[in-house]
């Protein structure tokens, strides 16, 4: 009897066949082991770059001083936290949590392929859109865009006759939330992050929203501080947002006009999600995705 894999013609094929298959075998197995290495690493390093942009965008790396607008100049990590300070160098205001939140969903729609560019409507000195692009430049993404949409001259008087949630908001008093256009973009060439991939919509949100040459977003954070503010991004942008995508709400619950607004958006298109809360301060929530 001829023994397995041993074949007749002078030759025993099968058993070479069979040799070469379990050679395959090894070499695959060898391959996506190594492969598995890489992968860690490259998600070791990724993480290490982002928690260190993370950790400079919010100032706990060198525990930079609140501005005294909000009261104390003392700083307290707990408080920068849950981005409850304005930071007096640091590049964004949201603190440790709603920066942590905005990476996990950036992250979250470029992994499951979500298509679309990402926006923030309300960017102050640009650290959150910033960690937008420093998401993007670690992934590898070339195909999206970060959108920095902001008057880059702080927040606008009330408009009480059209929105008369905003009647008693005092935001636009504030000097400190007014960021020139030129220290936006400074701040992106500060981390090597300016590039064709982040695009500025300067104006009002009024003016520029609805007529900004946005195809599709994976992603949309609202941070404009008034009714007003977050009313007109939803309005605009909402149906350009990806079934899957996400809304960030900066302001939830602590500016009531914000929360308003967000309630007669949801009321308005009969969306009951319902939403997630990141840090006492902040929510999302995600469009139903395609199923
Ligand atoms: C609280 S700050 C944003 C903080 C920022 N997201 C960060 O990461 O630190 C609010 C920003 O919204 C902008 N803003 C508010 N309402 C606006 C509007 N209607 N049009 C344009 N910009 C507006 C202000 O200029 C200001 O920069």
């Known amino acids: 009897m001829e023994p397995k894999g041993i074949s007749q013609e002078g030759g025993n094929t099968s058993l070479r066949d069979a040799l070469a298959n379990l050679g395959r075998k090894l070499t695959q197995g060898r391959n996506s082991r190594e492969q598995g290495t890489e992968t860690r690493e490259l998600e070791r390093l990724r993480d290490s770059y982002l928690s260190l942009m993370q950790g400079c965008l919010t100032g706990i790396i060198y525990e930079d001083k609140p501005l005294k607008a909000l009261g104390t100049e003392v700083y307290d990590r ?76 702080g927040v606008p008087p009330p408009d009480s006759k059209n929105y008369p949630a905003d009647e008693d908001s005092t935001y636009h008093t504030f000097e400190e939330l007014s960021v020139s256009f030129e220290m936006v973009r400074r701040n992106f060439e500060r981390y090597g992050l300016l590039d064709d991939q982040v695009v500025f919509l300067k104006g009002w949100f009024k003016d520029t929203l609805a007529s900004a040459p946005i195809d599709r977003l994976a992603l949309l954070r609202l941070d404009g501080d008034l009714y007003e503010s977050t009313i007109i991004a939803l309005n605009t942008l909402y149906d350009k947002l990806s079934p899957g995508g996400y809304v960030i709400v900066d302001d939830y619950h602590v500016v009531s006009g914000c929360r308003n607004a967000i309630g007669d958006f949801l009321a308005s298109r009969k969306i009951s999600s319902g939403l997630s809360e990141i840090d006492g301060v902040g929510v999302f929530w995600q469009k139903t995705p395609l199923s």
Not at 115 to 128: H, K, M, N, Q, Y
């Open 78 to 153: 707990s408080v920068r936290e849950v981005g409850r300070d304005w930071p007096s160098m640091a590049h964004t205001m949201i603190g440790v949590k709603r920066l942590a939140n905005l990476r996990t969903l950036a992250e979250s729609v470029i992994r499951n392929r979500i298509p679309g560019d990402l926006i923030e409507t309300g960017v102050w000195r640009g650290g959150a859109c910033i960690l937008m692009r420093a998401i993007l430049n670690a992934h590898g993404v070339t195909d999206r865009r970060v959108w920095v949409a902001d008057s880059f001259q």
